[in-house]
C-alpha cells in the first residue's frame, strides 16, 4: 500500500485515538506492519489502537442509534433492539428460493421498526430476546426505515433486563416463532429450540441416571457434520451407533460458556437417512474458523484459527503455582491459602487477531514447550542463572508478538469475551515466494 492509500486508514485510527498520538507516527506504524511485518490492514489498524491505548472496536463499529433517529439509507447502523415477532418463511430471489426472516424491532423509547434478514445463517433473531445489532443498514418502504441485515451484519444476544420496552408497544401474533429449522454444527446457538439436525456420531457413551420414575439410561458422545463437532445428550434410546448418519428433529440447544450442546429426548425423532455424508476421518479434522464466526455463535469445540500475535498477556512465561488450588502465586504467596511451597509451570497467555476479531489464547505447559521449544527445566535453569524469572516471558513475547500464528482447541465465552484453550499451535512462515507469485499473476491480468 502507498501514502495515498494508507491516508484514510491512518485517518481514521487517529479518529478512534481522539488525537492522543500524531498523524506521522501512525502512518509509519502502519506502514510498517503492513510493509515490514505484513499483517492484514484490518489487523494492523486494531493492533495500532490497541497499542496505544484505544479501543479496537471503536475502529469498524457503525454508529449506534436510537430507532426514532434511524435514516433512511443508513449504511452501517448499530442497534440495541428487542425482537417483539419473528417470522421465518421462503421466498423466491432471482428465480432461486432463500429463506429469510422478518418482523418488528423495539427500543426502550417503545419505538418500532421492520426488519429483514437476509442470511439466517449470520442472523437468526428470536421474538423476546434482546440483542446488539451490529453493521446492518436500512431502506425506505412507503416513507418509513426498514432495518435489513444482511451478510455483513454481526449480531450478539444481550440479557433480558437491557432492553425494556414500555407496555404501550404492541406486539404482533406471530404462529411460526416455533416451526421446525434444519441447522447445522456452525449455525447452533444456545437456547435453540426445534431443530432437525444431520450428523454422524463420531463417539457415543451411555451412562444411568437417577430420576424420580427410576432409573434410566442416557446416552452422551459427540456428532459433527462438513461444518463442525457438537457434543450431545440424548435422554432417550434410540439405539444409537458409533460412526452411523443421523437425523434428529425436535432438538434442543443448551450451552456452556457459549459451546453449544445439543439434546434430545422423546420428543424428538432418530432416523437413519441414505445419503453420502463425508467420513468419520474427514469429520474428525478440526474446522477452520473466523473470530467473527466464533464470536457469533459464542464458541465451539475443536476449531482451528489463523491470525496474527498482537499482544502478550502478563502471567506468560515461567509461573508458579499453589499446591493447594492450581492458583498462580505472587512471590510465594497464594491469595488464598497464603505462604506455600509454589510449584513451576510454564503457560503462554496470547491476544492473536484475524483482522475479524481478537480472541485470548491460552497455552498450558506441553503446548508452550512444543511452541517456543523451551522445556520447564530449561525455562528454570535461565531463571536461576539470570536471577530472573520474567527473563522466560520476554524470550516468548520475542519469539510471538506480530507473528502470524495457527492454533487448534476449544473456544469459550465468558465475562471478558472469547478465549481459545490451545490444544496445538504453531507459527506459520509466510510463503513469500507463493505471495510473488499471486502478485505477478495478478499483475498480468490487468
Ligand atoms: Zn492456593
Not at 458409533?242 to 450442546?261: F, L, S
Request: hydrophobic share 35%.
Amino acid at each position: 500500500m502507498n501514502k495515498e492509500e494508507i491516508a484514510p486508514h491512518v485517518k481514521e485510527i487517529a479518529r478512534v485515538l481522539e488525537g492522543k498520538v500524531k498523524e506521522q507516527e501512525i502512518e509509519k506504524d502502519l506502514d510498517n506492519y503492513l510493509n515490514v511485518y505484513r499483517m492484514s490492514l484490518e489487523a494492523s489498524k486494531r493492533h495500532i489502537v490497541r497499542k496505544y491505548g484505544g479501543d479496537p472496536n471503536a475502529l469498524t463499529k457503525g454508529e449506534r442509534k436510537m430507532l426514532s433517529q434511524l435514516g433512511l439509507s443508513e449504511q452501517s447502523v448499530d442497534l440495541l433492539v428487542r425482537v417483539m415477532s419473528s417470522n421465518t418463511r421462503e421466498v423466491v430471489v432471482g428465480g432461486t428460493p432463500k429463506t429469510i426472516q422478518s418482523g418488528l424491532l423495539a427500543d426502550e423509547a417503545g419505538n418500532t421498526v421492520k426488519f429483514t434478514v437476509w442470511d439466517v445463517s449470520k442472523a437468526d433473531l428470536k421474538a423476546g430476546e434482546n440483542y446488539l445489532i451490529r453493521y446492518a443498514y436500512t431502506k425506505e418502504w412507503s416513507g418509513q426505515p426498514e432495518v435489513h441485515l444482511g451478510n455483513r451484519v454481526v449480531i450478539e444476544q444481550r440479557p433480558q433486563d437491557e432492553v425494556k420496552v414500555p407496555d404501550t408497544v404492541i406486539v404482533p401474533q406471530t404462529g411460526s416463532y416455533s416451526a421446525p429449522v434444519t441447522a447445522k454444527v456452525s449455525e447452533l446457538k444456545e437456547n435453540m429450540n426445534n431443530i432437525t439436525f444431520t450428523g454422524r456420531v463420531l463417539a457415543l457413551r451411555s451412562k444411568e441416571v437417577e430420576t424420580p420414575s427410576g432409573k434410566k439410561a442416557m446416552f452422551t458422545g459427540i456428532i459433527a457434520d462438513e461444518t463442525g463437532k457438537v457434543e450431545f445428550t440424548a435422554w432417550h434410546d434410540f439405539g444409537l451407533k458409533e460412526n452411523e448418519v443421523i437425523t434428529v428433529t425436535n432438538a434442543y440447544v443448551k450451552g456452556w460458556k457459549g459451546i453449544p450442546r445439543l439434546s434430545f429426548g422423546e420428543r424428538g425423532q432418530v432416523t437413519r437417512p441414505k445419503l453420502k455424508f463425508p467420513t468419520n476421518e474427514e469429520l474428525s479434522q478440526a474446522v477452520r474458523k473466523s473470530i467473527e464466526d466464533l464470536e457469533r455463535s459464542g464458541g465451539a469445540s475443536d476449531v482451528v484459527l489463523a491470525g496474527t500475535v498482537v499482544d502478550i498477556k502478563k502471567g506468560t512465561g515461567l509461573i508458579f503455582r499453589c499446591p493447594e488450588c492450581n492458583r498462580v502465586v505472587q512471590k510465594g504467596v497464594c491469595q488464598v491459602h497464603g505462604k506455600v511451597q509454589q510449584v513451576p509451570d510454564l503457560r503462554i497467555k496470547i491476544v492473536v487477531d484475524d483482522g475479524s476479531a481478537a480472541i485470548t489464547a491460552v497455552m498450558k505447559r506441553e503446548v508452550t514447550e512444543r511452541l517456543t521449544g523451551v522445556t520447564l527445566k530449561e525455562a528454570l535453569d535461565e531463571a536461576r542463572e539470570t536471577m530472573d524469572p520474567e527473563v522466560i516471558g520476554h524470550r516468548f513475547e520475542e519469539k510471538l508478538l506480530a507473528k502470524p500464528i495457527e492454533l487448534r482447541g476449544n473456544v469459550i465465552s465468558d465475562d471478558y469475551g472469547l478465549s481459545m484453550n490451545v490444544s496445538e499451535a504453531k507459527l506459520v512462515i509466510p510463503d513469500v515466494k507463493t505471495e510473488a507469485e499471486a502478485l505477478l499473476a495478478k499483475i498480468e491480468v490487468i
